[in-house]
């Protein structure tokens, strides 16, 4: 593993230990429905998709979080993402916490810095 590799490993663990910590703080919804829905209704602050999320997730979520100004962000695996809430695959999520949205996407800018630019686009 390279040092890079290692710093970008770290900020993702981080970012994964904010979704569950947002999940138990009741601060997160997930699936596809309940996402669009904390979009629609402006209660979410940072929307994260899973890479293997299919094209069509990807555009919807790209194209509403535009037009509502929510920052969306695609990042990990539907299984990972799963995993870090306590739960099955996940396509997609929403913070609906402004803190500790800000505090994953400060995660999120660190991993792509750290040359995990294939994980991480927006």
Avoid: W
């Amino acid at each position: 593993m390279k040092p890079n590799d290692a710093d970008f490993e770290v900020h993702k663990q981080k970012v994964y230990s904010y979704m569950g910590l947002a999940m138990r703080a009741g601060k997160l919804v997930s699936g596809e429905e309940s996402t669009e829905k904390a979009v629609k209704n402006g209660s979410a602050k940072l929307v994260i998709v899973a890479l293997d999320a299919s094209d069509n997730t990807k555009k919807l979520f790209k194209d509403k979080c535009s037009f509502y100004g929510i920052p969306v962000e695609i990042f990990g695996y539907m299984h990972e993402m799963g995993h870090a809430l306590g739960k099955e695959k996940r396509a997609s999520l929403a913070f609906l916490d402004k803190g500790l949205a800000d505090a994953t996407c400060k995660q999120l800018i660190l991993a792509m810095n750290s040359g995990g630019s294939n994980n991480v686009k927006n």
